[in-house]
């Protein structure tokens, strides 16, 4: 499967999603910006994580892919390594999806999302 070059894989981050967000700004987004500046498109790959997560992690992405348009900035969430790859090859497909967070679950998903042809 084709995966897109600036994937971002984020790494433990603490439970406490204001923990995790303060984490996240200060260790991950810098590398993140590096990616952008370098021209490449950028897909951040989470580790699960409950509700309390989805706004802030939406927001980083909603924010940078607006700031670095025309480029495109997406995430997966998970912790199932096909289901992952077959996101990231479905994204480094879809040249019009930007903005998007994609919670994985790792049940059979990946098959549907995407097809090596």
């Known amino acids: 499967m ?3 070059a600036g994937v971002l894989r984020v790494g433990a981050l603490p439970d406490e999603p204001l923990a995790a967000a303060a984490q996240f700004h200060a260790e991950v987004l810098p590398r993140a910006l590096e990616t952008l500046a370098g021209g490449a ?3 951040l790959v989470f ?5 309390t997560h989805r706004d802030w ?9 607006r ?5 495109r900035v997406n995430a997966v969430a998970g912790d ?15 040249p019009g999806v930007t903005g998007q967070s994609l919670p ?3 049940t059979g ?5 995407y097809q090596a042809r």
């Open 47 to 51: 580790g699960p994580a409950d509700h």
């Open 57 to 65: 992690r939406l927001g980083v992405v909603r924010g940078l892919a």
């Open 104 to 106: 994985l679950d790792g």
């Open 80 to 94: 199932d390594a096909a289901a992952i790859e077959a996101a990231l090859a479905y994204l480094a497909q879809a």
């Open 2 to 4: 084709a995966v897109p």
């Open 109 to 113: 998903a990946g098959a549907m999302l």
């Open 67 to 71: 700031q670095h348009a025309p480029l």
């Open 41 to 43: 498109d950028l897909a």
